[in-house]
Nanobody
Framework: QEQFVESGGGLVQPGGSLRLACVAS????????ARWYRQAPEKQLEMVAQ????????YYVDSVRGRFTISRDNANSTMYLQMDNLQTEDTAVYFC????????WGQGIQVTVSS
């Protein structure tokens, strides 16, 4: 049974940092493209960052490039999202996801940026 457990969310002031983690089980994690998505209130789901498998290339949506860093630890089946210089517009529920021929999703974790 595939399972993804997220941690690291919470409340932070503008300019602060958080590190999200997502531990996967039930899949061969190293084969999968790892992604982080977010959904802000009354907005569509958007992919924030992606890291591939073999060549470990990364992609970031323009709004987070230079502030967020995605990484993975295949030995521990874990993906991370380091979020620095957080802004109020980063407030959202963040979801981890793993894609090969299908996409598996985490349950989502709240990130709130507010003074």
């Amino acid at each position: 049974q595939e399972q993804f457990v997220e941690s690291g969310g919470g409340l932070v002031q503008p300019g602060g940092s958080l590190r999200l983690a997502c531990v996967a089980s039930g899949i061969s994690f190293s084969w999968y493209v790892a992604r982080w998505y977010r959904q802000a209130p009354e907005k569509q789901l958007e992919m924030v960052a992606q890291i591939t498998t073999l060549y470990v290339t990364t992609y970031y949506v323009d709004s987070v490039r230079g502030r967020f860093t995605i990484s993975r630890d295949n030995a521990n089946s874990t993906m991370y999202l380091q979020m620095d210089n957080l802004q109020t517009e980063d407030t959202a529920v963040y979801f981890c996801a793993a894609y090969l021929y299908t996409t598996y999703w985490g349950q989502g974790i709240q990130v709130t940026v507010s003074s």
